[in-house]
């Protein structure tokens, strides 16, 4: 069973190849636009939110609305812009997991995913990881969450919910990479960040 004490030491791993490990699960290829270039990136932090439960550990994921702009009805961790009065990413993800999620409380930092950026829509994100005690109880905000989902992180060790799409973007055939969790395909950046994670608590077991 997948624990607390397996999460930590995931996350908390010396020397793990985190860059190659996100590759693995991220859209392919992936490069900077053009008019891109000479823009500095914008600045997001997400918070990827663990609790134990009966079944080993979960994470928590939401659906965005279809109403917000870039990536809107992707599956995505809790997060979003960072703010210019935030002081560190970890202020940034947890201000916006309270104010998308209610879970404002109880929630411990034990660190960090490696940044990921994406092309689209110009960002780079930095994940902090943390963990809670117990199964938060959510109070979506409707505005920007369409939907909560517990996603048991077993799943991620099961290769039969992996699967590749394909995509074309500005004439350039796109390799899209994705876990199947229900209904919902998880792709791009919460993907690779999810293979990044994958990957920790394979080694992390080992």
Known sequence: MITLDTIQKAVQLSEFDAVNAQENMAPNPRGMFPENRDKPPKEAGVLALVYPDDDGCHIILTRRTEHLGNHSGQISFPGGKRDPHDPDFIATALRETCEELGICDDITIIGHLNKFYIPPSHFTVYPTV?????????????????????FPIRELLNPQIKGVDEA?????????????????????????????????IRTAMK
Do not use: D, S
């Not at 938060?136 to 517990?150: D, F, S």
């Not at 876990?179 to 999810?194: D, E, P, R, S």
């Open 168 to 200: 074309e973007m500005r004439g350039v055939k796109i390799r899209l990479p994705y876990y199947q969790f229900g209904n919902h395909k998880i792709w791009g950046a919460t993907a690779a960040m999810l293979g990044e994670f994958e990957a920790r």
């Open 130 to 150: 943390a963990t809670m005690p117990y199964k938060p109880i959510c109070h979506p905000n409707h505005h920007e969450v369409a939907e909560v989902l517990y």
